[in-house]
């Protein structure tokens, strides 16, 4: 197997070689090499097909370490230790890179966002905001009738009318019967990345709303597992080193509005898996297995991550007055354009599925804007180990502390509506 695995490097390697000397000498495409390259690397050696185009160029002696094998750790690990040394779950874990590969996405970033015609944003947006002006003008009157009002008590009203107020109803309903067409339930709610394939024996919007994602369990024992398979990820105004700040500090403020708000038990990890960024999912693996197998209460696990945006775009709309990120649900299918990935099975993918697009719902309804599209990958993320799993990226690196946290409330409020089965709404 390792040097079947190293005969496709290496093939794909003088491919892309003779297709960059061919192009650069000519300055037009070759077909057939493109093709064959294309074959070969794309989706399963896009490291390779990167060296190719000219914006990763290793040099010295170690040239296939650096360059093609330092991508793919499951051949790095066999040429380290030997076809001999890797077990089946060795080789299973190691396949492929997904702890950098997330941050490569095969759509545009525009691709993720919700245009302007949107169902849920067409006219809500605006008469939320207008409704909100209302009520600020109605306060404002209000205040300058007391003329004997003392500072601190202006004070305390604008904290109040800063803080954070759950949505006391929907701004706006879907007709779920529009949206039985797969395609418009694609574009209503999906971003498939360019590795994958999605379909209609996976989605479809009667199936996802069925399935049950309330919690039943008791708050007595832990029910809810919060990680982060990044926990060095940062926002622009974190504090280096500090644990509350960054990602680990956004997942100890949902923690607590979690538990103190709405009665959940919670475990927060905040274990580090990411000092090798490409082996952080294969070293997150067993901890959270020892963690589920020692609390074998908790019924939903997630993962909270941040995005990679670029630096002129900022996730942020404005919610209630206050600068809020968006958040955008993530979902593995285990399988490229070219099949199933054999060795990453998830038996909880119609379930992760369901709970990342019951989420979705309830976001668009509630509080319109603040979710990005679900993003549907190719591979697996750990969310094998649970069917209550959710990986949530929360914000990006542009986005502020407070942008973040602002984020977290109306996040916990939409947990909480899932969790305990008052959304999706079933006749």
């Known amino acids: 197997m390792g040097r079947i695995l190293i005969a496709i490097v290496i093939l794909s390697l003088i491919l ?4 960059f000397v061919r192009e650069r000498e000519k300055k037009e495409p070759v077909s057939l090499f493109s093709q064959m390259t294309g074959f070969l690397m794309e989706p399963y050696l ?95 009157e209000e205040e300058t009738q007391i003329e004997t009002q003392i500072e601190t008590e202006e004070e305390a009203k604008s904290e109040t009318e800063r803080s954070f107020v759950q949505a006391a109803g929907k701004s706006y309903r879907y007709q779920w019967e529009e949206l039985a067409d797969y395609q418009s339930l694609i574009k209503a709610f999906y971003a498939v990345d360019s590795t994958t394939v999605a379909g209609e024996e996976l989605l479809q919007a009667k199936t996802l709303l069925e399935k049950d994602m309330s919690i039943r369990g008791s708050a007595d024992a832990p029910q809810i597992l919060i990680y982060h398979t990044h926990s060095k990820e940062s926002f622009v105004d974190s504090i280096p080193g500090d644990p509350n700040s960054g990602i680990l500090g956004a997942g100890e403020y949902l923690a607590a509005l979690l538990r103190e708000q709405y009665g959940y038990n919670v475990i927060h990890n905040s274990g580090c898996y990411d000092e090798d960024r490409d082996y952080a999912y294969s070293n997150s693996l067993p901890e959270i297995e020892r963690i589920l197998a020692e609390n074998p209460s908790i019924e939903a696990v997630i993962d909270l991550h941040r995005d990679e945006m670029p630096k002129d775009r900022r996730l942020v709309l404005d919610l209630q007055g206050r600068p809020t990120a968006q958040f955008m649900f993530f979902n593995g299918l285990c399988r490229t354009k070219k099949g199933p990935i054999e060795q ?33 990958k190719a591979y697996r993320y750990n969310m094998h180990l649970c069917p209550k799993s959710l990986l949530i990226e929360l914000g990006a690196q542009n986005n502020t502390e407070e942008e973040i946290h602002n984020a977290c409330d109306a996040l916990a409020h939409v947990l909480d509506l899932v969790f305990s089965g008052r959304e999706p709404e079933r006749e």
């Open 16 to 19: 892309g070689a003779m297709e």
């Open 344 to 376: 990453l099975e998830n038996p909880y993918l119609e379930d992760n599925l369901s709970l990342s697009f019951q989420m979705q719902a309830a976001c668009n309804e509630y509080y319109p804007g603040i979710a990005r599209r679900i993003y549907l």
């Open 46 to 140: 896009p490291g390779i097909r990167r060296m190719c185009e000219g914006d990763f160029v290793p040099a010295g002696g170690d040239f296939l370490e650096r360059g093609v094998l330092a991508r793919y750790p499951a051949l790095l690990f066999l040429t380290e230790n030997g076809h001999g040394n890797v077990t089946e779950s060795d080789y299973a874990r190691l396949l492929l890179p997904e702890g950098s590969d997330e941050d490569r996405k095969g759509v545009p970033d525009e691709a993720l966002d919700y245009e302007e015609d949107a169902m849920h944003l067409e006219g809500s947006m605006e008469s939320a905001f207008r409704e909100e002006n209302e009520r600020y003008l109605t306060a404002q």
